[in-house]
């Protein structure tokens, strides 16, 4: 497995070289932020984010909301490449992804089926599971299961299989919205209407206490690499306050593990990508416990891209330049991604 951390990306000046699939010109990209998701409002951030990188680079960018202009819009536009930073539902479920590659216009990023895969939770984690990877034990319900069986039975079943504490998070989703480690028997069931006020079927994981780190991955075409892991330090839960709102996270770049519990977060995360078929770019959120065993707990396949997010902390920990990376990333997806449908594997 390669952990050694990306070398940083070439300065933002256009190569004199011509690269197959890359215009003689600077790059036309079009940043997808916004949606409806409950992740609008961050997706917004991390696209002007994005787009002020590309620019500083020497990117003609322009930013689309995903919204009933869009279409038209891409469609009038012709960009060479589209950058999906959605987050949530319709962004990183696949299916804007698919509209994307209907309109026969290449993507930066991860395909719409492996983006079906990682956006759920316990999907992605018995995949990564069978590859080898420790993740902590996990019931996936949805909300239609406790009104047919009668919740009681259910939070007791729960609490006798996987004891407490526990973590109730929605099967599909991110930035921690609907989560909740729950301590108590009593305070289960509020922890699953909370949940299910974000989506339908809950992910109900035991609790891990340890170390919580982010590693993200980066393919600049020479295969997936490792940026440095991120070492998370909350004043309470890692949630959606803690998250874009500076002041309540520590954050160490990179984290304070040993050698050998480096290579094994960055080994995690590539296992990881390259198992669920990932492609550029993704973020493992892991926790090494107290016997330095590292658990797989999610993986997203549009980071989070504000000034407070992760996989740009780890890029300039790894000694990048922001615009000059995604320059990178962008010219590494025009040189290999085709336009258009994904194939159907042969039978």
């Known amino acids: 497995m390669t952990t050694s951390p990306v070398p940083p990306a070439a300065s933002p000046s256009p190569s004199s070289t011509p690269t197959p699939g890359v215009p003689d010109r600077a790059p036309r990209v079009a940043v997808l932020a916004g949606g409806l998701s409950h992740e609008r409002d961050v997706s917004l951030r991390s696209g002007r984010r994005v787009a002020e990188a590309l620019r500083s680079s020497g990117v003609e960018v322009s930013v689309h909301d995903v919204d009933a202009d869009l279409i038209a819009a891409l469609t009038e536009l012709r960009p060479d490449l589209v950058w999906p930073v959605l987050h949530g539902s319709s962004g990183e479920d696949g299916s804007v992804r698919d509209v994307v590659q209907l309109l026969g216009l290449p993507l930066l990023g991860t395909g719409p089926r492996a983006s079906r895969v990682a956006w759920s939770k316990s999907i992605a984690k018995t995949l990564v599971s069978r590859a080898g990877l420790v993740t902590p034990e996990f019931v996936t319900l949805p909300q239609s299961l406790f009104r047919e069986l009668g919740p009681a039975r259910v939070l007791s079943a729960i609490v006798e299989r996987l004891g407490l504490p526990v973590v109730v998070k929605p099967s599909r989703g991110g930035s921690a919205l609907g989560v909740s480690v729950v301590q108590s028997p009593d305070d289960l069931a509020r922890a699953m209407v909370e949940c299910f006020a974000y989506g339908d079927s809950a992910l109900i994981e035991r ?117 000059a990376l995604y320059r990178s990333l962008v010219e590494a997806s025009l040189a290999a991604a085709p336009v258009g449908l994904e194939p159907v594997p042969a039978p």
């Open 207 to 323: 609790a891990v206490s340890g170390v919580e780190v982010a590693v993200s991955v980066v393919d600049l075409g020479d295969g997936a690499v490792a940026l440095p892991p991120i070492e998370i330090v909350t004043d309470g839960p890692y949630d959606y306050d803690a998250r874009y709102n500076p002041g309540r996270v520590e954050y160490f770049a990179p984290a304070r593990l040993s050698d050998a519990t480096r290579a094994e977060v960055e080994r995690v995360a590539l296992v990881a990508h390259r198992s669920l078929g990932l492609n550029r770019l993704s973020r493992s959120d892991l926790i090494v416990d107290t016997e330095g065993v590292v658990h797989f707990l999610e993986v997203n396949v549009s980071p989070g891209m504000t000034e407070t997010s992760l996989f740009p902390q780890a890029a300039e920990a790894a000694g990048h330049n922001l615009g």
